[in-house]
């Protein structure tokens, strides 16, 4: 997947080879920050994000429903980028 932000801010911008290594930290310490709050959530974001499992299969490694895992990987989703775009209340 971040091959894919990747390569997509490359297109946007003209093709060059940029690979904001800044973006990536930020994921990461958005990424320590659900894990604080909710460590669930922020184990299906590393399994389907970085890890590149489908939900059954993240399903199967924490021994939950798809429904829970669908429903997360979706709160998380909206909280991980409200994160990223600043506009958390925290902040």
């Known amino acids: 997947m971040l091959d894919r932000i990747s390569i997509g801010r490359r297109k946007a ?8 290594p800044h973006d ?9 920050a659900l894990a604080a709050i909710d460590p669930l959530k922020a184990a299906i974001v590393e399994m389907k994000f970085f890890g590149g499992l489908t939900g059954e299969e993240a399903a199967r490694v924490l021994e939950i ?22 506009d958390s209340a925290d902040r």
């Open 24 to 32: 990536v930290l930020a994921l990461g310490d958005a990424l320590t």
């Open 65 to 86: 429903s798809t429904d829970t895992v669908t429903r997360d990987w979706t709160l998380a989703k909206a909280w991980w980028l409200r994160e990223l775009s600043g």
């Open 13 to 20: 911008s003209g093709g060059g080879t940029d690979e904001r």
